[in-house]
Structures are given as C-alpha cells and as structure tokens.
C-alpha cells in the first residue's frame, strides 16, 4: 500500500458519498482509472439500476484502459443482475492492477470478483482505507448480514 494508493482510494470514497441515498439496496461505490499519476476517468455508481461506478468510469475514458490501475471502494461484481458484472468490463477493458477497498460481502460476489480477476492475471491489492470503506456502506453490509443470517425458508409440496 503506497500514499498513492490511500489518495486515490480517498478520491473513490468522495465519488461514492455522491450517491447517497439512491443506490439501495446496492451499495455506494466509486471508480477511479489512473495511469502512473494520470487522472484517466472516474466514475460512481449513481442510483439502482444505472451503470455501476467501474462501468461509469470506463465509459467515461477518452482513451484506452490498456495497462491502467483501477480504484473502487468495493470488490467488483461478477453476477448478472440489473447489469452485466464489472469483471468481466474490467477484463475487456485490460487493467493491469486494481485496488480494492473492502469484499463485497454480498454472497454472490465474496471473494468470486477477486479471483475471476487474479485468475485472469490482474494485480489485486485489498483492503486500503478498509474502515473508511466499510463505515460509508454500513446500512448495506448490514443488509448482507441480515440477509445471510436469515433461515432459509422451507417449501411446500402440496
């Protein structure tokens, strides 16, 4: 972990606070692409249902990805849902290296999203500003921990 690091981390809290309150009942993350000190793009991921904050900031890139380090505050999603996973744009897209605040403790990405990116040759680095990641997205990790402490329910047959 380098002060570059932590000051570009920083930058991705900022760009997540932005959506606060729209993006439930995902969390609030932001994105920034970055070549050796080079600002490339940057982006958040703006309510439910909208591009998630790798995806917005790729889009928003005048040039090429090729060889970039990727900031985001939270591990990158791998599922389909109301959008494609980020991994798979970030594969496409062809960063070198991202760094990653906190794993998504979402169970259908806890970890998944690191190693589809580390199998594919991509440096990883975790857990930079992890509290400050954690406390800005608490109402949704809190929602996980409800939501994988609950019994799963019994279906009838009749």
């Known amino acids: 972990m380098s002060d570059v690091d ?8 900022e760009l997540a606070a932005r959506s606060a309150g729209r993006t ?3 969390p609030m993350v932001g994105a920034v692409i970055v070549r050796g ?16 904050a790798e995806v917005d900031a790729l889009r928003k890139l005048t040039g090429s990805a090729e060889g970039a380090t990727l900031y985001v505050n939270l591990e990158p999603c791998c599922h389909h849902g109301r959008t494609p996973p980020c991994t798979d744009a970030l594969l496409r897209a062809g960063v070198r ?11 259908l990405v806890s970890g998944k999203g690191v190693a589809i990116l580390q199998r594919a040759g991509i440096e ?11 406390e800005l997205n608490r109402v949704y990790i809190a929602s996980m921990d409800e939501r994988s402490a609950q019994p799963a329910r019994a279906t009838s047959t009749s």
């Not at 932590?6 to 809290?13: D, F, S």
């Not at 290296?97 to 169970?107: E, F, K, L, S, W």
Request: net charge negative.
């Open 24 to 26: 439930a009942p995902n």
């Open 37 to 52: 000190e080079e600002l490339l793009a940057e982006g958040f991921h703006e309510r439910a249902g909208l591009a998630h």
């Open 124 to 134: 990883v680095a975790i857990g930079i500003h992890e509290l400050a990641c954690r």
């Open 6 to 13: 932590l000051r570009w981390m920083e930058r991705c809290l």
């Open 97 to 107: 290296r991202v760094v990653i605040g906190m794993i998504d403790p979402n169970p």
